[in-house]
């Protein structure tokens, strides 16, 4: 049944009077549609409105409140408990499932930004020249980025560790210029890519976050108003260890 059909037994649904089965099938809809749900609120809250100014307008006497009340106490009790448990059903849904939309939006726009990331690491192993500039020494590659992206970053040392450093070149994520470095652990490569933590670049939870995608394991972290992402096909301890020497390097 589409929507303009729905909203057709809303205002019987806000009065009240909807049948038990219309009810039930109103309700799993309002669950499902954030705009039916909107709308059934929306009026919900006019005739509420709508009640409230009429009140002010008319005064019955008290003789009158008195007999009407008499007459529709039961009945009121029941229309009003039975309204206020769907309206209060009808907003659970609709926080739900904008709640639920928003962190679907955010786990794909994160899911995509990795795989542009991963998409560059790939190609980098495949191409001729996969950097830029070529040096194992840190205090040679660090320098190079001067001038071509808008950030600074610290470099490990390497000398006691299983890593070695090839060399770094630009990269784009998104329009915004980056690093990505390129480091030696006996047959694998890794690249560790460093960006601006922009708003909505790369929406994950605070702290280090570690995936897999593919035959590829990846660990990202946020620090110093810089995004880092380690990317390879080594172990997860491999890439966890590069990581903590990137963050060590960080905080000199």
Not at 96 to 105: A, E, G, K, M, R
Not at 153 to 181: D, I, T
Not at 209 to 228: H, I, P, V
Request: glycine fraction near 6%; charged fraction near 20%; proline fraction near 5%.
């Amino acid at each position: 049944m589409s929507c303009d059909a729905w909203r057709d037994k809303l205002d019987t649904y806000v009065d009240g009077d909807p049948s038990q089965g219309d009810l039930a099938n109103l309700e799993a809809h309002l669950r499902t549609c954030p705009s039916c749900a909107a709308d059934a609120l929306d009026r919900m809250r006019i005739k509420r409105i709508t009640q409230v100014a009429a009140a002010t307008r008319y005064a019955p006497s008290p003789q009158f409140r008195l007999r009407i009340e008499k007459s529709i106490q039961k009945r009121g009790k029941r229309v009003w408990t039975f309204t206020w448990i769907r309206v209060a059903a009808a907003a659970v849904a609709l926080v739900l499932i904008l709640t639920s939309v928003v962190l679907w939006t955010q786990h794909s726009v994160r899911q995509q930004t990795l795989a542009e990331l991963l998409d560059l690491h790939v190609a980098t192993m495949a191409s001729a020249n996969p950097v830029d500039v070529i040096s194992t020494d840190r205090h040679t590659v660090k320098p190079w980025f001067q001038g071509k992206i808008p950030f600074t970053f610290n470099l490990p040392e390497l000398q006691n560790s299983p890593f070695k450093l090839v060399g770094g070149r630009v990269m784009y994520l998104k329009h915004y210029a980056g690093a990505q470095l390129l480091f030696e652990l006996r047959n694998h490569r890794l690249s560790v890519f460093i960006i601006q933590d922009q708003p909505g670049l790369v929406p994950l939870a605070m702290g280090v976050t570690t995936t897999r995608q593919m035959a590829f394991n990846l660990e990202t972290w946020s620090e110093g108003g810089l995004r880092y992402v380690v990317v390879g096909d080594a172990a997860p301890e491999d890439i966890h260890q590069l990581s903590e020497l990137l963050r060590v390097a960080g905080h000199s």
